[in-house]
T-cell receptor
Framework: GQSLEQPSEVTAVEGAIVQINCTYQ??????LSWYQQHDGGAPTFLSY????GLEETGRFSSFLSRSDSYGYLLLQELQMKDSASYFCAVSRKHSGGGADGLTFGKGTHLIIQP | DGGITQSPKYLFRKEGQNVTLSCEQN?????MYWYRQDPGQGLRLIYY???????QKGDIAEGYSVSREKKESFPLTVTSAQKNPTAFYLC????????????FGPGTRLTVL
């Protein structure tokens, strides 16, 4: 089966940097994605790592280590609007080739304090 | 503007009734997905489709059915066999082969009374 572990809640201060970790166990690993979801809203895509290393997109960066089955999302210059839930998700290879849908972690609720 | 639409936003049904949730996209994506989200939980994959007239079961397909007759549309039917149907249902699409980057619709909140 597949499982992902991420902290349930993280608190940080406006303007600071926060890191949200994710460890996973899955067969046929394809890549690790990160999504943001505000209360009552739909998830929005933030980042994807298919290879080891760091991907940077503006204030957000994501890192993957396939050998450690570990990744993280780094948010810099935190703003109040970053208060949301953040989900890591793995995509898996399926028997027919390619990847099937995503398996999500339970999410990390990020609280930003002024 | 390109995007994914789901309707209705809120849906109430009596226990024992089947209900169909609609999902339409104009992003020209080949792949479409249905997820279910329960309070405080992550999303769980119900069904996915990579091409018209073909679809595959996800992790929690029991009690659900789908069809993919058109590239733009991927409706989900929640049948009376689904034991706990009350949930937030999200439809998504992606470019074929780019499953890691999915675009989500606004979701439908289904409440079964």
């Amino acid at each position: 089966g597949q499982s992902l572990e991420q902290p349930s809640e993280v608190t940080a201060v406006e303007g600071a940097i926060v890191q949200i970790n994710c460890t996973y166990q899955t067969s046929g690993f394809y890549g690790l994605s990160w999504y943001q979801q505000h209360d009552g809203g739909a998830p929005t895509f933030l980042s994807y790592n298919g290879l080891d290393g760091l991907e940077e997109t503006g204030r957000f960066s994501s890192f993957l280590s396939r050998s450690d089955s570990y990744g993280y999302l780094l948010l810099q210059e935190l703003q109040m609007k970053d208060s949301a839930s953040y989900f890591c998700a793995v995509s898996r290879k399926h028997s027919g080739g390619g990847a099937d849908g995503l398996t999500f972690g339970k999410g990390t609720h990020l609280i930003i304090q002024p | 503007d390109g995007g994914i639409t789901q309707s209705p936003k809120y849906l109430f049904r009596k226990e024992g009734q089947n209900v169909t949730l609609s999902c339409e996209q104009n992003l020209n994506h080949d792949a479409m997905y249905w997820y279910r989200q329960d309070p405080g939980q992550g999303l769980r994959l119900i069904y996915y489709s990579q091409i018209v007239n073909d679809f595959q079961k996800g992790d929690i397909a029991e009690g659900y059915s789908v069809s993919r007759e058109k590239k733009e549309s991927f409706p989900l039917t929640v049948t009376s066999a689904q034991k706990n149907p009350t949930a937030f249902y999200l439809c998504a699409s992606s470019i074929l082969g780019q499953v890691g980057e999915q675009f989500f619709g606004p979701g439908t909140r289904l409440t079964v009374l």
